[in-house]
């Protein structure tokens, strides 16, 4: 194939923000037809470069050249015209409107009389979204869809403007396996048009699966570039690191040591027959002291609901919670608090930290009973607890009286943790721990996981990073449509296994058993 | 993402901006006390200031519930009904003596907060809506229960109104002691810090296991206490009972004084000092404008200008 | 939040019920201060109140055959029906109500009253339904002077005749409506300069303490105290208007401002008793003694006569509430075929510390 001519070029590309220089000297080209990852970790300059690159920001140096011209964006609305376009994680959309209206707007087909003209716009808006395998009635407003629809209908919209450059900020982030085959087949088909696509992720299987080349970056710098085949895995995470390849090989690919030391007594949480209409039918889950059991399952089979029907953030139609063999009664988080079951989660920024408060008063948010007389908080047994644990879990802020909000996304779910453990906890009932948050951290949370284990939590897993699910778990329970469709245990705690249980692959194991029997 | 380093300010517009939002209020108030004392005859006098610390007195009293309220993401209109609640009520039963008087205005203060809570915490409507409903039905019911002023002769209220100690009003030293009380709620008990955690973030709260509709209640009952509080005091101090006009616009100023002292509409935080400066701001202005003799229009146009420059500088600080 | 909606709905009924419970059991065992001496208030008041009419000079006047309508008797069976535009909340609403069904059973006329609770669309809905019901006379009190077609069309195809009383209707007189009824405002701001003269022997700084911005009372009432002074009394020099907005407590508030940053005032002219009334809580509250700074007011109310009498306020020039025997003399004449002016002023007494006590039972 012949090179040809690059759609954008970057020359030494800088931007400081006080205190911090986000981006230094940076290149970088792209050539029509190229999938091309930008990979490091969180703060390695990856947004600031995307901000620059779409007018967000404007660059305190360097220049940006596309299509041959010396650009300069002054507004991401010039970005967007002079085609360059972006999905970002969070899917930025108009939630009342209907899916059809988001994926037309701003160029809504109209009639001769100059008004919108419905039909046309809902048969296109169908026709376009089934080719992104999205099923759905688009006269609905698009908060009625779950957010992997959302995300296609963004990627959908993105495309379909005429876009030479579309990069994509972790889109994968909440598709389920199914929904990111689509979207491989959707970057696929804009390479073989000619469109460069920029792919952010933190999924190194899924850089592999689609990328052509990548560009490291490492504090605001430039650290590799160059074609990814080839290109060995773990070199990759040692540069992105910055740590030497046998420390790396040697940690393994996730933190997690392996098997843990189970308990042989009584189940610390034994949930039977939780039953939410709609969501979930009668799932059952028994965790014993010591144990990692993972919950796996595509998007929307009812592992986040699962988790939060045990917390009692979900009113249940029927079904129990027992704690350590002491029956759950209320069905209020609070009463699951004092029994001792801690949810993390998944919605670590809008349902887990409180951003305006400090990373004191996070940490202290749940304990701030025990820790007050009469009402009034003992400042000193609070700064005790909130100095172990920073020190425990190795969080980075400034101080203790730093805002969580300004925290990175690692350091948050720290601060989460830090909360529950606060409240020495039996069970620990864990959504996502690890989405969003760069390498180191992620280790470290795993790791973490492994500790509590060992010292006699139980733990519930829910993790749609795979190789997550299945080096950390004993067991997996797997969910399909809200029901336990199987259970692997030993030797079968597998990737295979578990993409052949949700496929159906296997027969149908007896359900009851599979729950009851001893992994 | 983490790279846009929020804790260093990126722009010395920003840095700029969150001055003005945490002191900007003071130093609106030192300004207005200098070009005073320059431009103003007889400003700089014990008596000027105890007037205009008297009638502020019954503002910040209401700013105070109103604050708290604002800090769960809420609004309380109703505290200029509830004011007016509380005068006709004191009114009403003054027959039997002040203190049992009291007592009956606390009890119909908190059974309108509880209703504003109830309608919040319980049944979901929003702050707004829910407060707007006793704004207009508060003030009603005073009305069919006091239809028009009455003069009032009780000697304890008459001193409740316009007595002092060692020279500082009554009124004062009641808005000081409970100002000081709600920084203290607001900074040193559980009560204080789930309230914020619950503005900040109502989803996060709940799934902390907070107690979020007893804390949003419990929020809206201190609102309407304050409100009555206010009420009674505004009465003693006029020796009548006005259910008509007491209270009027109230819910405004006290949004003024809560927005102008740098707490955010957006809950999670509460600035008890700045909500106090906020409304002597206002007051000093209105005063300012009064003396000079100048249009009433001005005042208005004043108080718009003062929000404007408050709302601005909250701008900087609102995009986390 | 998804269990809202039921109780969102039974919260209606249930609120009603509530309410009403809150108003019986507060009113039902309140005690306040004076209850005992509320009574002796209506008794001396009811027959005080009707004065002379001085008609305008050169002023048009009306009769049934301009106006075409019919002739009929007052005593024979006739049903007026009145409109009041705000609630009895206030001495002069409910003064004027009391006015009018007083001389309606003085007269045996059978009058049938509506009140409008400040709400102009339901003034309107109001006197349509007096229509409905089957008036020969309506009496308005009207709470806009704008937007009364509808109203005033549906009276006329009944050939219903129309006298407004206290605010003017913007529509034609002898045509749309038979007459006006009021004070004049400008001539009671006169009426208080003069008082403020003899009070403060025509020379020193006074104040005003305006009503609300923008309302006619407002603007007549100012117009003709500064013309007044102007004229009569050079000497006097108004240095300070600020609104009190018709209240007690603003005009208590605006005084306190005005004492300490013109403490050389000698006189206050309130717009209104209840501002006048807040003036006097002022001058207590900064230890002044009565008649330290003189005080006028315009109104009448009884507290405000009664500072007169107390020596707080200076003067009080009436604006008489007391519509009713003029309303239906009015009525009377004009369909008994005679000729009626188009615009009546209402005669305003005064109470000054000469009248004050004896006049007191007047006051309303």
Not at chain 1, 37 to 46: P, S, V
Not at chain 1, 66 to 77: A, D, E, I, M, N
Not at chain 3, 31 to 49: H, I, L, R, T, W
Request: net charge positive; charged share 20%; aromatic share 4%.
């Amino acid at each position: 194939m012949s090179a040809p001519a690059e759609v954008l070029a970057v020359r030494g590309l800088s931007k400081s923000f006080p205190g911090v220089r986000a981006l230094d000297d940076v290149d970088l080209t792209l050539r029509p037809g190229e999938v091309h990852a930008l990979i490091g970790e969180n703060g390695a300059g990856k947004s600031t470069l995307i901000k620059l690159l779409t007018g967000v920001h404007r660059p305190d140096a360097g220049e940006i050249t596309f299509q041959g011209r010396k650009v300069s964006f002054g507004t991401p609305l010039e970005a967007q015209k002079a085609s360059i376009s972006t999905i970002y994680q969070e899917v930025n959309l108009i939630p009342l409107l209907s899916v059809a209206r988001n994926l037309f707007l701003g160029r809504e087909p109209r009639n001769r009389l100059g008004l919108l003209d419905f039909a046309r716009m809902h048969r296109e808006a169908a026709e376009t979204l089934r080719t992104y395998g999205v099923r759905v009635d688009v006269r609905q407003p698009l908060r009625t869809l779950g957010v992997g629809a959302q995300q296609m209908v963004a990627l959908a919209r993105a495309v379909a403007t005429d876009a030479r450059i579309v990069i994509m900020d972790e889109p994968t982030s909440s598709l389920e396996p199914r929904e990111v085959e689509t979207l491989f087949s959707v970057i696929r088909r804009l390479r073989d048009d000619g469109i460069a696509v920029v792919y952010v992720s933190h999924r190194l299987d899924e850089l592999y699966a689609v990328c052509d080349t990548v560009t490291v970056l490492r504090d605001g710098r430039r650290v590799h570039h160059g074609p990814l085949a080839g290109l060995d895995r773990l070199a990759l995470v040692s540069t992105m690191l910055g740590r030497e390849l046998g420390e790396v090989r040697t940690e393994g690919v996730t933190k997690f040591a392996g098997d843990h030391r189970i308990a042989d007594s009584q189940p610390v949480l034994d949930a039977e027959g939780l039953t939410v209409p709609h969501k979930l039918h009668g799932v059952s889950v028994r965790i014993r002291p010591g144990e990692v059991v993972g919950l796996g399952g595509l998007l929307g089979s009812g592992r986040t609901e699962t988790a939060k029907a045990i917390s009692g953030a979900l009113p249940v139609r029927s079904g129990n919670v027992t704690v350590a063999g002491v029956p759950l009664r209320g069905g209020s988080t609070a009463a699951a608090i004092r029994a001792g079951i801690s949810l993390l989660p998944e919605d670590r920024k809008s349902e887990g930290i409180v951003p305006g408060l400090s990373v004191r008063e996070n940490i202290a948010l749940a304990a701030l009973p025990r820790l007050s007389r009469f009402g009034l908080v003992s400042e000193a047994r609070l700064d005790r607890i909130v100095d172990t644990f920073v020190k425990r879990l190795r969080i980075k802020a400034s101080s203790p009286h730093q805002k969580v909000g300004e925290l990175s996304g690692g350091n948050q779910q720290k601060v989460l943790l830090a909360r529950w453990l606060a409240m020495t906890p039996k069970v620990l009932l864990l959504d996502e721990p690890t989405r969003g948050i760069d390498v180191g951290a992620k280790a470290e949370v795993q790791k973490l996981v492994d500790e509590l284990a060992a010292d006699g939590l139980g733990v519930l897993l829910i993790s749609s990073d795979l190789e997550e699910l299945i080096e950390g778990s004993d067991r997996v329970v797997v969910l399909k449509d809200g029901a336990v469709v199987g259970e692997l245990t030993g030797d079968d705690v597998t990737e295979d296994e578990l993409m052949r249980t949700i496929a159906g692959d296997v027969p149908a194991p007896d359900v009851a058993k599979g729950v009851t029997t001893d992994g | 993402m983490a790279e846009a380093t929020l804790h260093t300010a990126p722009l010395d517009k920003a840095r700029l901006l969150q001055w003005l939002q945490t002191y900007g209020v003071y130093a609106g108030v030192a300004l207005l006390l200098v070009v005073n004392t320059v431009i103003t005859p007889h400003f700089l006098s014990a008596e000027n200031f105890r007037t205009q610390a008297v009638q502020v007195a019954p503002v910040i009293i209401v700013a105070l519930g109103m604050a708290l309220v604002i800090g769960t993401e809420g609004v309380d209109l109703s505290v200029g009904a509830v004011m007016a609640l509380a005068a006709s009520v004191t009114a009403l039963y003054l027959g039997y003596g002040l203190l049992p008087a009291l007592l009956v205005v606390a009890l119909f203060a908190a059974g309108a907060g509880l209703a504003n809570g109830a309608l919040v915490a319980l049944v979901g409507v929003q702050p707004i809506v829910a407060t707007l409903a006793l704004m207009v039905g508060g003030r009603g019911l005073a009305l069919v229960l006091l239809p028009q002023l009455k003069d009032l002769h009780n000697p304890g209220l008459a001193s409740l109104g316009s007595g002092d100690i060692a020279g500082i009003p009554y009124l004062i030293l009641i808005a000081a002691a409970l100002a000081l009380l709600i920084a203290f709620v607001v900074r040193r008990t559980t009560f204080g810090r789930r309230l914020l955690a619950i503005g900040d973030s109502r989803p996060a709260a709940q799934l902390a296991g907070l107690p979020v509709r007893r804390v949003l209640i419990v929020v809206y009952v201190l609102s309407a206490l304050l409100a009555a509080v206010a009420g009674v005091l505004a009465t003693a101090r006029l020796q009548a009972s006005d259910p008509t006009s007491l209270g009027n616009l109230m819910e405004l100023s006290a949004i003024t004084a809560v927005v102008v002292g740098g707490t955010p509409l957006s809950g999670g935080r509460v600035n008890i000092g700045g909500t106090v400066a906020g409304a002597v701001l206002i007051q000093l202005l209105t005063a300012t404008l009064i003396k000079h003799d100048l249009p009433p229009s001005w005042t208005q146009i004043a108080q718009a200008i003062v929000i404007v420059c408050a709302v601005y500088a909250a701008r900087g600080r609102g995009k986390r | 939040m998804r269990r809202t909606h039921r109780p969102h709905l039974l919260a209606r009924p249930a609120l009603v019920v509530v309410a009403a419970a809150v108003v019986l059991a507060a009113s039902g065992c309140a005690k306040s201060e004076d209850d005992v001496s509320d009574s002796d208030k209506s008794s001396s008041a009811a027959e005080a109140g009707q004065k002379v009419v001085t008609p305008k000079p050169g002023s048009k006047s009306c009769t049934i055959e301009a106006y075409g309508g019919r002739k009929l008797d007052l005593k024979k069976g006739a049903t007026v029906g009145f409109s009041q535009s705000e609630k009895e909340a206030n001495p002069f609403r409910i003064a004027e109500t009391k006015s009018l069904k007083d001389e309606a059973s003085r007269r045996g006329v059978k009058l049938l009253t509506a009140n409008a609770q400040s709400q102009f669309s339901k003034q309107i809905s109001d006197v349509q339904d007096l229509l409905a019901k089957g008036v020969d006379l309506l009496v308005i009190a009207p709470l806009n002077s704008d937007g009364w077609d509808p109203a005033l069309k549906a009276a006329a195809a009944k050939k219903v005749p129309v006298i407004t009383i206290d605010r003017k209707i913007n529509a034609t007189a002898c045509k749309d409506y038979v007459s006006f009824i009021a004070s004049d405002f400008v001539e009671q701001g006169r009426r208080a300069a003069d008082q403020m003269i003899k009070a403060t022997g025509g020379k020193g700084e006074v104040a005003i303490l305006l009503g609300s911005a923008g309302n006619n009372v407002t603007t007549e009432r100012t117009k003709g105290f500064k013309e007044a002074i102007a004229k009569k009394a050079p000497g006097l020099k108004v240095v300070f208007q600020q609104t009190g907005d018709f209240t007690r407590e603003k005009g208590q508030q605006v005084t306190e401002q005005l004492i300490q940053s013109k403490p050389g005032i000698k006189g206050i002219y309130a717009e209104n008793d209840e501002m006048g009334l807040g003036a006097v809580a002022a001058l207590k509250g900064a230890g002044k003694k009565a008649g330290d700074i003189k005080i006028v007011t315009v109104d009448g109310t009884r507290s405000a006569v009664q500072g007169v009498v107390d020596g707080w306020i200076s003067g009080v020039i009436e604006s008489n509430p007391r519509f009713g025997p003029l309303a239906f003399q009015t009525l009377d004449t004009f369909t008994k075929g005679e000729k009626v002016p188009q615009d009546i002023i209402i005669q305003d007494s005064a109470y000054t510390p000469d009248n004050a006590q004896q006049d007191l039972g007047k006051a309303y």
